[in-house]
């Protein structure tokens, strides 16, 4: 990210007073002191025009979902597509709605209650209809509200799949989820366009264009288990641990733990395991937590 750095030349009038042989002063006092008042208000400028660049990439980064940072550490960068092999983010993308909708505060567990239920039998109740303004996170909140008796987290992660038996629960699935979540990273200039030929078939590709946008994600992921590790799982990030659980279920971690030297991929794999083996019930019922994330990882928990 680029970060303007401004100068400021304060010039100072060496000596005041005097009749006519003064010269043209910078000082505010001055006569002359037009010139050094526009210098400084160039330098605002200039630092208010860098301040806005920054806020700009900052909202990028802020407007994208949990499911858009899944999609891009699996898509190829030059390529634009994910692994052919990858037959886990499908289900992955869809957990990432759920918690998406816990952490804007549209949907929950119900409460685990004096018997201390478990993850796997807690329901998903909707706290607030008000649409979010994402399609697909309307459309699975609209599922959701519109469902009587409630559902779990699971069962929600299989019928936005489509990989249930039940027939009269088919309706349910969110087609073409890569597909419209890669449309709305080119929308947002994260990505672009192509189409590539291969042998059989063409395809729709969706390259990188916004190299920086990945890589923060990449740095979110690390830093969740590195610099900004936290023996208590409830002081970390609720949303980078979020991605990171997700990231795993979707079989996308390794792209954001590739790149660092040996000691520090042994010691993220190692924290990444310590939180995975977790006991997700226990941290549901803490204070602070969001039930949702620890059920989303309870329902991939192998």
């Not at 994402?134 to 459309?139: A, F, I, S, T, Y």
């Not at 590739?258 to 997700?280: H, I, K, Q, S, V």
Request: aromatic share 6%; net charge negative.
């Amino acid at each position: 990210m680029s970060e303007g750095l401004v100068q400021r030349r304060n010039v100072s009038q060496a000596s005041q007073g005097g009749g006519g042989g003064g010269g043209s002063s910078w000082s505010s006092g001055g006569g002359g002191g037009r010139g050094g008042d526009s210098d400084e208000d160039k330098g605002r400028s200039l630092g208010k025009r860098a301040d806005s660049d920054k806020e700009g990439e900052n909202d990028k980064e802020a407007r994208l979902t949990l499911m858009e940072e899944v999609l891009l550490l699996g898509l190829k960068d030059r390529e634009g597509y994910t692994s052919f092999w990858n037959d886990s983010i499908s289900s992955g993308l869809r957990g990432a709605i759920l918690i998406e909708l816990a952490l804007r505060g549209r949907v929950d567990l119900e409460p685990a209650g004096a018997r201390r239920r478990m993850l796997t039998s807690r329901r998903v109740i909707c706290l607030s209809s008000n649409l979010v303004g994402d399609v697909l996170l309307d459309e699975a909140l609209k599922h959701i509200k519109d469902t009587q008796p409630p559902e779990t987290a699971h069962t929600w992660i299989e019928y936005l799949s489509g990989e249930t038996w039940n027939p009269l629960k088919l309706g349910y699935q969110l087609r073409n989820v890569r597909e419209r979540l890669a449309k709305s990273l080119v929308e947002k200039s994260v990505c672009t366009t192509e189409k590539q030929s291969f042998v059989l078939f063409d395809m729709t590709t969706h390259p990188l264009v916004d190299g920086q946008v990945k890589q923060k994600i990449v740095r979110k992921v690390q830093d969740c288990v590195l610099s900004r590790w936290q023996n208590d799982p409830q002081r970390i990030d609720k949303r980078s641990m979020a991605l990171l659980f997700v990231a795993h279920a979707s079989d996308v971690l390794e792209n954001a733990f590739a790149p660092l030297p040996d000691d520090d991929y042994e010691l993220a794999m190692r924290r990444t395991r310590e939180l995975l083996e977790l006991d997700f019930d226990a941290e549901s019922v803490k204070e602070g937590a969001c039930p949702m994330l620890w059920a989303v990882a309870q329902a991939f928990a192998k």
